[in-house]
T-cell receptor, first 118, second 112 residues
Framework: GAVVSQHPSWVICKSGTSVKIECRSLDFQATTMFWYRQFPKQSLMLMATSNEGSKATYEQGVEKDKFLINHASLTLSTLTVTSAHPEDSSFYIC??????????????FGEGSWLTVV | GENVEQHPSTLSVQEGDSAVIKCTYSDSASNYFPWYKQELGKGPQLIIDIRSNVGEKKDQRIAVTLNKTAKHFSLHITETQPEDSAVYFCAASDSAGNQFYFGTGTSLTVIP
């Protein structure tokens, strides 16, 4: 299947700082990327949907000024957690969907990024 | 919007037995149903999927069935092995793939 790479896989940052997580589709062009947050033993919570070259669409309750999403190219989307606080500590996962006809509407997930804010 | 329900939330089976996880969906426009396996600390991995023009799909020990009329689909794992232990998520999507709605997950434990 298609490969989606996420980096870093684990990051620890100080409270008040910002941290960037990258999501790359390695072998296909991702017109749409999704960002999720997952708490222990819970399902995936969709945070936002980003389409290449346009602004991300955020789910209700997600602060767009705190979770900055950039989808600058067909293979890269970034999530920046600004002014991080301990309650932002979580497992963040991205997924990517290719163009219609290429991987169809199948989505593939990255390996996830553990964020710990101390 | 779409509502996907998944049962059971936890499932324990003896090694070698079969495991079945069921999902229902509400939107008749949904026509793509993937299943993902998530191991601890990792991202979900696609293990099998089915589209609405097919009633059943099989890949070795894994099979998925779809009943469009009843709006439910199921994951079947036969001859379970300890390495099958993980959390499994079902999902439903429309043909455009603009929205994927996930079930709440099933934690499967295969007891050696």
């Amino acid at each position: 299947g298609a490969v989606v790479s996420q980096h870093p896989s684990w990051v620890i940052c100080k409270s008040g700082t910002s941290v960037k997580i990258e999501c790359r589709s390695l072998d296909f062009q991702a017109t749409t990327m999704f960002w999720y947050r997952q708490f222990p033993k819970q399902s995936l919570m969709l945070m936002a949907t980003s389409n290449e070259g346009s602004k991300a669409t955020y789910e209700q309750g997600v602060e767009k000024d705190k979770f900055l999403i950039n989808h600058a190219s067909l293979t890269l989307s970034t999530l920046t957690v600004t002014s991080a606080h301990p309650e932002d500590s979580s497992f963040y996962i991205c997924s990517a969907r290719g163009r219609s006809g290429i991987s169809g509407n199948t989505i593939y997930f990255g390996e996830g990024s553990w964020l710990t804010v101390v | 919007g779409e509502n996907v329900e998944q049962h059971p939330s936890t499932l324990s089976v003896q090694e070698g037995d079969s495991a079945v996880i069921k999902c229902t969906y509400s939107d008749s426009a949904s026509n793509y149903f993937p299943w993902y396996k998530q191991e601890l600390g990792k991202g979900p991995q696609l293990i099998i999927d089915i589209r609405s023009n097919v009633g059943e799909k099989k890949d070795q020990r894994i099979a998925v069935t779809l009943n469009k009329t009843a709006k439910h689909f199921s994951l079947h794992i036969t001859e379970t092995q300890p390495e099958d232990s993980a959390v499994y998520f079902c999902a439903a999507s429309d043909s455009a793939g603009n929205q994927f709605y996930f079930g709440t997950g099933t934690s499967l434990t295969v007891i050696p």
